[in-house]
């Protein structure tokens, strides 16, 4: 099958800019994450979707982060406006089940540098 | 509040021995526990499951509840294990999953 497709790969901008990121799941998966991947830290949630609704998004800045899954397949995460401290890998993931009821498949990532 | 540590950043080890990359959790309930893996280049995955209580590659893992532990271990370490390798946790159901910091493995030729 095919995996969770996520673009772009890699992102430069400067801060106070805007940016979006893109994710496509594995067909049928109700649940989808976004993850943010800081250099040598592990992943950390920001936004759990079930189908198009949020089920936790407690550890996104809402500020300047933004997160939807129109019609519960693909997802954009975007942050408006960046700041140098946003610099990180953004994963996304999908699994038919939340939380760990069964196993989250990820994409490849995208690597977001704030100058 | 779920923690997930991992002590090690880096653990190197010859080829042919035993490997053990830690993991220590704080949660008060009875959480489920899972390894990931991220091999050079590759995306991340799930390697096991405590609940499923399988071997996968070589690896186990035992969730301790008294230490609050759930240790990886391989018998014999080869080079292909090099990876980055995640620990995490859920409290249950559709909660989310909250990761330790990683440990990178190295096993040396």
């Known amino acids: 099958e095919a995996g969770v497709a996520q673009s772009p790969r890699y992102k430069i901008i400067e801060k106070r800019q805007s940016v979006a990121f893109w994710c496509n799941p594995i067909s049928g998966h109700a649940t989808l994450y976004w993850y943010q991947q800081i250099l040598g830290q592990g992943p950390k949630l920001l936004i759990q979707?079930?189908?198009?609704?949020?089920?936790?998004d407690s550890q996104l800045p809402k500020d300047r982060f933004s997160a939807e899954r129109l019609k519960g397949v693909d997802s954009t995460l975007k942050i408006q406006p960046a700041k140098l401290e946003d610099s990180a890998v953004y994963l996304c993931a999908s699994s038919l089940e939340g939380g760990g009821v069964t196993e989250a498949f990820f994409g490849q990532g995208t690597r977001l540098t704030v100058v | 509040a779920q923690r997930v540590t991992q002590p090690e950043k880096l653990l190197s080890v010859f080829k042919g021995a035993p490997v053990e990359l830690k993991c220590n959790y704080s949660y008060s309930g009875s959480p489920e526990l899972f390894w990931y893996v991220q091999y050079s280049r590759q995306r991340l995955q799930l390697l096991l499951r405590h609940i499923s209580r399988e071997s996968i590659k070589g690896f186990t893992a035992d969730l301790n509840k008294g230490e609050t532990s759930f240790h990886l271990k391989k018998p014999f370490a080869q080079e292909e294990d090099s990876a980055m390798y995640y620990c995490a946790l859920s409290p249950g159901g559709y909660q989310k999953v909250t990761f330790g910091t990683g440990t990178k493995l190295q096993v040396i030729p």
């Open positions: 979707f079930q189908n198009n609704g949020v089920v936790d």
